[in-house]
Nanobody, 123 residues
Framework: QVQLVESGGGLVQAGGSLRLSCAAS????????MGWFRQAPGKEREFVAY????????NYADSVKGRFTISRDNAKNTVYLQMNSLKPEDTAVYYC????????????????WGQGTQVTVSS
């Protein structure tokens, strides 16, 4: 049973930083891609970043490129999203997701999801 548990969300002022964590359990994730997505009220869930578990290859949405960094700690089975220079438009529920395969920009192709963690950026 795969479980993804996010943590690290909260309230921060514009320009501040947060680090989200996603603790993964239930299987080995070699060959998997781990993604971060976000969903603001009234909007569709959108891609933020992904990392391939085996090679560490990363990809980012244009809106976060240069501000966010995704990484993983294989020993801890944990994926991180370091978010710097936060903007009010980054406010959303952030979800961690996993898919058996490489890459993935679309939520529908991910197999497992966490419960989400709220990030609120005040202006």
């Amino acid at each position: 049973q795969v479980q993804l548990v996010e943590s690290g969300g909260g309230l921060v002022q514009a320009g501040g930083s947060l680090r989200l964590s996603c603790a993964a359990s239930g299987r080995t994730f070699s060959g998997y891609t781990m993604g971060w997505f976000r969903q603001a009220p009234g909007k569709e869930r959108e891609f933020v970043a992904y990392i391939t578990w085996s090679t560490g290859y990363t990809n980012y949405a244009d809106s976060v490129k240069g501000r966010f960094t995704i990484s993983r700690d294989n020993a801890k089975n944990t994926v991180y999203l370091q978010m710097n220079s936060l903007k009010p438009e980054d406010t959303a529920v952030y979800y961690c997701a996993a898919r058996n395969g490489y890459y993935g920009l679309v939520p529908a192709i991910y197999d497992y999801w966490g419960q989400g963690t709220q990030v609120t950026v005040s202006s």
